[in-house]
């Protein structure tokens, strides 16, 4: 993973909501996201050595949808792709 990421699996994601404190509709959001990713990675739909993860970008506070090798952990595809979030963080500097 880039250094200007923060992954958010649905370990994380959890852990974060209880360290947090956000409005309840947030609660259920981010419960609805990691409910998805879940059933998402448990139906295998990108294969048996593939998973969805959710990043956040440090620098643009945008989310990221990455599909992940399972075993190495390299990142196979990402939306937004890399050269779009380089243009969104050339522009918030």
Request: cysteine-free; overall charge positive; hydrophobic content about 40%.
């Amino acid at each position: 993973m880039d250094n200007g990421s923060i992954n958010l699996n649905t370990m994380s994601l959890a852990a974060s909501l209880t360290s947090t404190a956000q409005p309840a509709e947030r609660l259920a959001e981010t419960r609805q996201l990691i409910h998805a990713v879940r059933a998402i990675n448990g139906a295998e739909v990108f294969g048996q050595n593939q998973e969805l993860t959710f990043v956040m970008d440090r620098d643009t506070k945008k989310p990221l949808l990455r599909i992940v090798d399972r075993k190495t952990g390299e990142v196979i595809a990402q939306v937004p792709p890399e050269h779009v979030l380089r243009l969104a963080r050339e522009v918030v500097k």
